[in-house]
Nanobody
Framework: VQLQASGGGLVEPGGSLTLSCAAS????????MGWYRQAPGKQRELVARITRAGSTYYADSVKGRFTISRDNAKDTVYLQMNGLKPEDTAVYYC???????????????WGQGTLVTVSS
């Protein structure tokens, strides 16, 4: 199983970016999917999470600016980021709890990270 993240880049304050993360491999189902971020010198933190049914959670710092969504048919999660601030600068990682064929429980997988830089 692999998670491939994309969509990072350099954006000016107030700008927007959309991150995507697609899971591939021997997958029966993707359960909860989420985005984390890690800024230089800081611990990795949860940004947003979405269940298979579509229930969402957001960190207080991104509420009202970021939107997480998913396409279950494509095993893909998205993070629409609007109103970006310099403090949003970080490496963003996607995560997914994945049930594989032959397994009785889900395992957490991580993407490789994509850098988001917010700067003028």
């Amino acid at each position: 199983v692999q998670l491939q993240a994309s969509g990072g880049g350099l954006v000016e304050p107030g700008g927007s970016l959309t991150l995507s993360c697609a899971a591939s491999g021997s997958i029966l189902s993707t359960n909860a999917m989420g985005w984390y971020r890690q800024a230089p010198g800081k611990q990795r933190e949860l940004v947003a999470r979405i269940t298979r049914a579509g229930s969402t959670y957001y960190a207080d710092s991104v509420k009202g600016r970021f939107t997480i969504s998913r396409d279950n048919a494509k095993d893909t999660v998205y993070l629409q980021m609007n109103g970006l601030k310099p403090e949003d600068t970080a490496v963003y990682y996607c995560q997914s709890a994945i049930l594989q064929a032959g397994s009785s429980s889900s395992i957490d997988y991580w993407g490789q990270g994509t850098l988001v830089t917010v700067s003028s």
